[in-house]
């Protein structure tokens, strides 16, 4: 039978699945501001006006659409909601910027993309990094001028994140962390500027990077050939000797798994929007 949850008080784990929830705690989407279904009409009119008509050239991988759509989306504001106003975003509330993950996800390619960039691509950054790195990386990746990607998952370590195999080792002057290995299934990986990659320093410490696409040793390999999404960028990341600058750590050593694992569950939120969003646009 199920049980209220006491007034102020957070349920456990799965517990929301056992208990009734108080109808004052419920939020509906009568209870939306004017400036949140602004936000939602803006998002939803970009995709059916500039999105959707390019659906087909989307899901032929045209090259550079993809990542010109997003740049035009960030341009009016739809990539910046997570990142706060003093770097650049709108710094939207939660309420606004499930709404906006809602109505930018009737196709599902560009859904994806979109959240790869402004959810798991970004947020490492607003969360974890210096102020120094807040300051170079999120006005760019706010207005989509910089497009962003998250690297996690590798060949053998998918569901099982922390057995990496990417090594970071500092440089003998120690002005350079050297990245050496690879990482499978990136979305935005084709075209993505900016990545917080995961990596052990020493082959021990689980840590995160935040790496540039021009760096010395990267490079991205060929684009998979998917079942769906199939207008999204999926490739794998090389990193051969790939030199970033000692203060491009991000977070603290051996903290890796804090950055990866609260950034996902922000991203599994955002998720659930957007599956709202495309089913409720499916006939």
């Not at 390019?54 to 899901?59: G, S, V």
Request: hydrophobic share 35%.
């Amino acid at each position: 039978m199920a049980t209220t949850a006491t007034p102020g008080t957070l349920a456990p784990g799965g517990g929301f699945l056992l208990e009734s929830p108080r109808a004052e705690d419920v939020f509906t989407p009568a209870e939306l501001t004017d400036d949140q279904r602004l936000i939602g009409q803006a998002a939803e009119e970009f995709v059916t006006k500039e999105v959707a008509p390019l659906i087909p050239e989307l899901e032929q991988h045209k090259e550079g659409l993809m990542a010109q759509l997003m740049k035009k989306a960030g341009e009016i504001g739809l990539l910046g909601g997570g990142v706060p106003e003093e770097h650049g975003g709108s710094g939207l509330d939660r309420i606004s910027s499930t709404v906006l993950s809602e109505k930018i996800s009737s196709y599902g390619s560009f859904s994806v993309s979109v959240g790869a960039h402004s959810g798991i691509g970004t947020l490492p950054i607003v969360y974890f990094g210096t102020e120094e790195q807040k300051k170079k990386y999120l006005p760019k990746l706010a207005t989509g001028e910089w497009l962003a990607s998250y690297c996690l998952s590798e060949p053998q370590a998918g569901s099982d994140a922390q057995n990496s195999r990417t090594r970071a080792v500092l440089s003998p002057d120690g002005r350079h962390w050297i990245l050496n290995g690879q990482k499978m299934w990136i979305t935005n990986g084709g075209f993505a500027d900016v990545f917080t990659v995961f990596a052990k320093v020493d082959g021990e410490k689980f840590s995160s990077f935040i790496v540039e696409r021009g760096f010395p040793g990267f490079s991205a390999g060929a684009e998979e050939k998917k079942m769906g999404l199939r207008g999204s960028s999926t490739v794998p990341i090389f990193f051969e000797n790939c030199r970033l600058p000692r203060e491009n750590l991000l977070h603290e050593i051996g903290r890796g798994h804090i950055v990866a694992f609260n950034i996902l569950n922000v991203g599994r939120f955002t998720l659930g929007a957007s599956c709202l969003g495309f089913s409720a646009d499916t006939g």
